[in-house]
């Protein structure tokens, strides 16, 4: 498996090592992202189990998919919760990285609609890093108690 390749299914499994399951709750604490497949089947099963997600840290990348597969009502965030967006990429066995610009629009159409709106009035899913945090967030998402 190319090193980058291997970083990026590490940093998929290190993001199970940083959510703790806690009484009815999912909290993620720092997450860099990753492959979306480990993330989509977590999610799915966060989805099914009814428990909450608080949003406890940084979760970028793959990460904010849980906003389009956990409904809203059952996700909150807290003052360090930092949400980190940009637009769909594939990596080749060589390491080269690819934009994935069918897949950055379907990712983008599956956000809520307010986080929706907030990414397209910054220029959309692009390959800078979008940085959704503090009281914009807070006008999205309920601060958890």
Not at 47 to 56: F, L, M, P, Q, T
Not at 85 to 91: D, G, L, N, P, T
Not at 109 to 123: D, F, K
């Amino acid at each position: 498996m190319p090193n980058r390749l291997r970083k990026i299914v590490l940093c998929a499994s290190a993001f199970a090592a940083l959510v703790t399951p806690a009484m009815a709750e999912i909290r993620i604490l720092a997450s860099p992202g990753g492959q979306v497949g480990p993330f989509l089947e977590l999610f799915d099963r966060v989805r099914a189990s009814g428990e909450r997600v608080v949003i406890d840290g940084p979760c970028l990348s793959a990460c904010t998919l849980v906003l389009s597969i956990v409904p809203d009502d059952r996700i909150c965030v807290t003052r360090r919760a930092v949400l980190g967006f940009h637009a769909a990429r594939s990596i080749d066995g060589r390491g080269r990285i690819y934009a994935e610009p069918e897949a950055s629009q379907a990712v983008l159409q599956a956000y809520p609609a307010p986080v929706r709106a907030w990414l397209v009035r910054r220029g959309g899913l692009t390959s800078r890093l979008l940085l959704l945090r503090g009281k914009e967030l807070a006008a999205i998402y309920p601060r958890c108690r």
